[in-house]
């Protein structure tokens, strides 16, 4: 559906666009002129390289965070209860982007939507940086926000690549973009060692600074990108047609447990080995371990939820989870708190993958993919929170 629309003989009444305003939330794959003819069996999205090389580069930004923020948290926090907070108001700026993420990627299309959101990011590491520099708490948390403001956007990617997909080729072309995060694994501890060997008594910001850089890349593949995905004419609503949201209740809990679970033992992980006087080389070391678990069993989910089900996935993702806390509650070397963040992560991986492609099977609307990531950023934030107070943090 474009922006704006002309009717050269409008019906009374008729539900048309008026030239000056902006028809918002069009369901995906509504049909417009010309648009028949474009689909064949197991379509990819136009851009979906792009989308996953711009998705793991924003996952590597997260990356080189996620070790630091509860590290340098601890050390700024005026009390311990608050260490958490940094990486709190990340997962807040990503749960408030992601309807205002939703709605310009429908009313302005890809590239102006995700140029902004990977700008945001720019900002954010900017911010963050000069926070740490001057050991000042609040923008160091300010930063964080709109570092998070950007991942909200680019989590969309995956969703994106999905509604430019025919039903044949939706899945893989969502699992490519979300597994192509591994990659951020793999370049993540190259990046982090050249950090601290070449600003080892300013490591945080110049972390932070790196992050910024990465968003930077983000930001030229998002003006790369194609404008627009097409519009498919098996995958089209009827505009009067409502989204069935029974059908995002289930698959949005288990995710929602997932994310709660994951966050929480990735959350009390760094704190936990420093405690343990494991270096921050090391801790930065397990982190990556743990992105490229988050990201690379999606390149094999499919299959899997071809075999056991979408739901069984899921719910192999949530039991890994239950097994990686237990194993970090007595964790006490590297090695054992490496493989709890392995493990939990692999369950996180399965879990969101079995949820996304049973809600993908109910013909979603921008609306209600939004309010998915929304309740996923959301139950994470609960479990930041948690990982405060839980004996497993």
Known sequence: MTAIEHSPSPEPGAGMA?????????????????????????????????LAGGFALSVLSQSLTLGMLPL??????????????????????????????????????????????????????????????????????????????????????????ALGSSAGGRARAALLVFGSGALAGLIG???????????????????????????VLVLVLAVLTTARAPILPSAALREDAAPDWKAFVAPSLIAALAWFGMTVAMVGAPGAMAGCGIAVSDIFSAVSWHIIAMYAPAFFAGALARRLGADVTAGLGLALIAAAWAIEIYAGDYWRFAAALIVVAVGWSFATAGASLRLYRAHPSRAMLAAHDALLFVSAMAGAFAAAFLPVA
């Open 18 to 50: 008026r030239a000056g305003r902006l028809a918002c939330f069009c369901p995906p794959g509504a049909p417009s002129p010309g648009s028949a003819g474009l689909e064949t069996e197991g379509r990819w999205s136009p851009g979906v390289l792009t």
């Open 72 to 161: 340098a948290g601890r050390l700024l926090a005026p009390t311990p209860h608050l260490m958490s907070a940094p990486y709190i108001a990340m997962l807040l700026g990503a749960a408030l982007a992601t309807f205002p993420a939703s709605f310009l990627l429908d009313a302005f299309g890809r590239r102006a939507a995700l140029a902004l959101g990977a700008s945001l990011g720019v900002a954010g590491g900017l911010i963050m940086a000069w926070g740490l520099s001057f050991s000042l708490f609040a923008p160091f948390c300010l930063g964080a926000f709109w570092l998070g403001v950007a991942q909200g956007f680019s989590f969309f990617y995956r969703h994106e690549a």
């Open 189 to 215: 501890p190259a990046l982090a060692g050249f950090v601290a060997q070449h600003a080892p008594e300013k490591l945080f910001a110049a972390t932070a600074m790196a992050a910024a850089g990465t968003q």
